[in-house]
């Protein structure tokens, strides 16, 4: 299995496909909300008061999915990073504009949060590979919305893992939520299609004849 495998595989089995369709329909409402108050004001302020606007909404979504779903968070305060904890994996967030991914914006807090990728950066860069049976224990996975702002635009949520450095040209993992959502349908056809078998050398018990 590569090691971009392993950390999909780690994501789907320790986050809940309902709290993923949760954040879908809360971010898709925080994005709209944040477009629809941008464009109550002039066209010099749309930009600026849409950004404003759509961060603290995000952040505000993810807060209350957290909650939904009773997961140890930290507390809105502010423009700090919420972040949750699903065991070892660790889930933030942050938005993209469209077009190339470039690696501006990256605070202190986010890096802080990326050094927990430091063996999945090994197992998936294989130029900086130091283990190579390093065990997968632990991982930060970012929720990124990617949105110009656009009255009529609908906007894509992503699943993405950064290295180290949070090079976001140069991702470990990224799929998009419609794409990630996948992972948990073939689980569950695999389920489906699991058949009991019998040990070798048991009779399976045939139905008593009714006698009454």
Same mark, same amino acid.
């Given at each position: 299995?590569?090691?971009?495998?392993?950390?999909?595989?780690?994501?789907?089995?320790?986050?809940?496909?309902?709290?993923?369709?949760?954040?879908?329909?809360?971010?898709?409402?925080?994005?709209?909300?944040?477009?629809?108050?941008?464009?109550?004001?002039?066209?010099?302020?749309?930009?600026?008061?849409?950004?404003?606007?759509?961060?603290?909404?995000?952040?505000?979504?993810?807060?209350?999915?957290?909650?939904?779903?009773?997961?140890?968070?930290?507390? $809105?305060?502010?423009?700090?990073?919420?972040?949750?904890?699903?065991?070892?994996?660790?889930?933030?967030?942050?938005?993209?504009?469209?077009?190339?991914?470039?690696?501006?914006?990256?605070?202190?807090?986010? $890096?802080?949060?990326?050094?927990?990728?430091?063996?999945?950066?090994?197992?998936?860069?294989?130029?900086?590979?130091?283990?190579?049976?390093?065990?997968?224990?632990?991982?930060?996975?970012?929720?990124?919305?990617?949105?110009?702002?656009?009255?009529?635009?609908?906007?894509?949520?992503?699943?993405?893992?950064?290295? +180290?450095?949070?090079?976001?040209?140069?991702? $470990?993992?990224?799929?998009? $939520? +419609?794409?990630?959502?996948?992972?948990?349908?073939?689980?569950?056809?695999?389920?489906?299609?699991?058949?009991?078998?019998?040990?070798?050398?048991?009779?399976?018990?045939?139905?008593?004849?009714?006698?009454?």
């Amino acid at each position: 299995m590569s090691g971009t495998e392993k950390i999909g595989e780690m994501l789907s089995s320790h986050i809940p496909k309902d709290f993923l369709l949760s954040v879908d329909a809360r971010f898709h409402a925080a994005l709209d909300q944040a477009t629809a108050q941008g464009q109550s004001f002039a066209p010099g302020h749309r930009s600026n008061v849409t950004g404003v606007c759509r961060h603290f909404k995000l952040n505000e979504a993810l807060d209350d999915a957290f909650t939904e779903f009773d997961i140890t968070h930290r507390p $809105l305060r502010g423009n700090a990073i919420v972040a949750g904890d699903f065991g070892p994996v660790a889930i933030a967030r942050f938005h993209k504009n469209k077009g190339p991914w470039n690696n501006s914006r990256r605070s202190a807090g986010k $890096l802080g949060l990326c050094r927990k990728n430091n063996v999945a950066e090994y197992l998936v860069q294989p130029d900086f590979l130091r283990e190579e049976n390093a065990a997968l224990t632990e991982l930060t996975c970012f929720l990124v919305t990617e949105h110009d702002g656009r009255p009529d635009e609908s906007g894509e949520i992503y699943l993405v893992v950064p290295d +180290t450095d949070m090079d976001l040209k140069n991702l $470990l993992f990224q799929e998009s $939520l +419609t794409q990630f959502m996948q992972r948990y349908q073939k689980v569950q056809a695999l389920a489906d299609r699991a058949v009991p078998t019998l040990k070798p050398g048991v009779k399976r018990q045939q139905p008593r004849e009714d006698r009454s």
